[in-house]
């Protein structure tokens, strides 16, 4: 036998070269000619050339945004078992809560938003949008409202109107309400800790985007070693998990935004932007849906056989007061927290070269009513496309105090005839002060800042004309919640245990508004929390 080294093939190669040749040549011999049969169609294609006789798809109806719209008309012509009035956190929530348990029922949800489509996801996401940008855009009045010029009392309120709301700027920050500020709801500690999970996961709460950061861990020991042994990373709403198996993470921000995405894949809703709801209907006593203007400024009327209204804090109070909803509780008990901020630079000569980010929770204690947020450093704490130069001093980009505010009858929201809006419906008013010791603890908080940023090797200096430490106008720190609390009491909350207005069938509330108290933790977390509770109450006692 001639040596397979030898003559025409002179390598390991060309003997494989060959062998492949000879054995596609005895596969043509034995196979058929293919035939292509085309499903739809009579045409068969011979060959594997020619053109492929398909039938042309058209996936209508056809989306005109990037989220599916319903005309406020076509809402008009249903009648929903749950009418959702606004899509920030407490609207997010019990919609994504409503169609994951009731996927597959054939149940009707709609949601409608007073404001447009702004932001695809959190302005945090997106690329065009660095922090400076995105606080250039929150304050234009196209976008958020500058209430508060209106209402002297509370002079810092400024309000989204657009899908998402305000948790498009929000700062993620999600810490849980402490437990003996929890025992004052009237619901059990272990229900509320379910409901904190479930809000936690699926916000993606965790220290992750803080965790291993090298200037988050000096601080922290530093803090530690000088008695502050409470301070932590900051829980924030920031999914970090990294894309794999073709799963890319492209919104790590958490914002309302989301929970409409999570709920367009898992079941049907109705949403409508630039829906203007004035009026609660009611029917024998109980909710019967919602009077709403669109865009056109033509009434509509929508029908639904349960209403949340998940309006903001202010807004929310005044759609019930207009709407004739009794209620001896409704518009008062306004709460926020006070709002004190430091100008402040960290000198890192002797940091690792890669800072990483900053933020730090002091929380709040029984002996402390306030609690205190470091972020930064500046250039590191948002947006890490940007480049970072080497410096030795960085200023921070948040160092501030959040303190308890007191809930009194007095704070409230009422109707101010005086001033109406287009639509006829009286604009909102607010009475608001500090109790005396909401003041004392405003002190504490200035007192106690200077001590905090120097156990952390932090230096207050004011920035031109601006002093170290300043107090913002009520507002300014847009955790305003309360006026349609729970509890148990008609004559001191708006709504029951479940976010059910006291004494109307079928109306519920969510979001802020009806917190009860929150010391002084971010309250996010907690609304989204209390919504999907109230969602599932919706669900379990609908029959289904």
């Excluded at 606004?86 to 409503?98: E, Q, T």
């Excluded at 500058?146 to 920050?173: D, M, N």
């Excluded at 861990?217 to 073709?246: C, K, Q, S």
């Excluded at 008013?429 to 905090?452: G, H, N, Q, T, W």
Aim: with cysteine; glycine share 10%.
């Amino acid at each position: 036998m001639e040596n397979d080294f030898t003559g025409k093939d002179k390598t390991p190669e060309d003997i494989a070269k060959r062998h492949r040749n000879e054995k596609d040549e005895a596969e043509r011999a034995v196979l058929p000619e293919p035939v292509v049969e085309v499903p739809g169609t009579a045409t068969a294609i011979s060959g594997s050339a020619g053109a492929f006789a398909c039938p042309p798809t058209d996936p209508a109806p056809y989306l005109d945004a990037w989220v599916p719209l319903t005309p406020l008309a076509e809402m008009a012509a249903e009648e929903y078992d749950v009418l959702i009035i606004g899509s920030g956190i407490g609207g997010g929530a019990a919609l994504w809560r409503l169609c994951q348990r009731w996927a597959g029922s054939g149940k009707r949800i709609g949601i409608i938003e007073k404001g447009g489509l702004l932001l695809q996801t959190h302005s945090w996401n997106v690329p065009t949008l660095s922090e400076e940008r995105a606080a250039r855009l929150f304050v234009n009045p196209a976008v958020s409202a500058p209430i508060g010029q209106t209402l002297p009392q509370f002079a810092g309120a400024r309000e989204v109107y657009s899908l998402g709301g305000r948790t498009q700027f929000w700062g993620t920050v999600s810490p849980r309400v402490p437990g003996w500020e929890l025992e004052k709801w009237p619901v059990t500690r272990q229900e509320i800790d379910l409901y904190y999970n479930i809000a936690e996961d699926v916000m993606g709460v965790s220290d992750a985007y803080v965790r291993n950061s090298s200037v988050t861990r000096i601080l922290l020991n530093r803090l530690w070693a000088h008695g502050y042994t409470e301070a932590t990373g900051n829980p924030m709403a920031v999914d970090t998990t990294p894309t794999g198996f073709g799963e890319v993470r492209a919104s790590p921000a958490f914002s309302s935004i989301d929970f409409i995405a999570e709920a367009l894949n898992t079941a049907t809703f109705d949403l409508a932007v630039g829906a203007y709801a004035t009026k609660i209907l009611l029917d024998g006593g109980r909710a019967a849906g919602a009077e709403v203007y669109g865009p056109d400024r033509k009434p509509y009327t929508l029908r639904a056989k349960t209403v949340i209204v998940a309006a903001s804090t202010l807004q929310a109070a005044r759609l019930l007061l207009y709407s004739g909803i009794p209620g001896r509780a409704i518009g008062h008990y306004l709460a926020n927290h006070s709002f004190v901020i430091g100008n402040a630079i960290m000198n890192t000569t002797d940091f690792p070269e890669v800072n990483g980010v900053l933020a730090i929770l002091v929380p709040t204690t029984p002996a402390a009513p306030y609690q205190v947020q470091i972020q930064g450093p500046s250039l590191y704490y948002w947006y890490h496309d940007r480049p970072k130069p080497v410096r030795r001093e960085w200023s921070l980009n948040f160092f501030g105090g959040f303190g308890t505010v007191e809930s009194r009858y007095d704070n409230r929201v009422y109707l101010d005839p005086s001033r109406r809006d287009e639509y006829g419906v009286p604009q909102i008013a607010v009475s608001f002060s500090y109790s005396p010791r909401d003041l004392a603890i405003i002190e504490r908080i200035k007192a106690e800042m200077p001590r905090i940023a120097n156990a952390a090797g932090i230096s207050l200096t004011g920035k031109g004309a601006q002093p170290d430490l300043c107090v913002l106008p009520p507002g300014a720190d847009f955790h305003e919640f309360g006026t349609l609390r729970m509890g148990d009491d008609p004559n001191t909350s708006a709504t029951n245990r479940y976010g059910q207005v006291h004494g109307v069938p079928g109306l519920f509330a969510a979001g802020n508004s009806v917190l009860p108290s929150i010391g002084a933790s971010n309250p996010t977390l907690s609304a989204a929390a209390m919504a999907i509770r109230t969602a599932d109450y919706i669900v379990n006692t609908s029959g289904a």
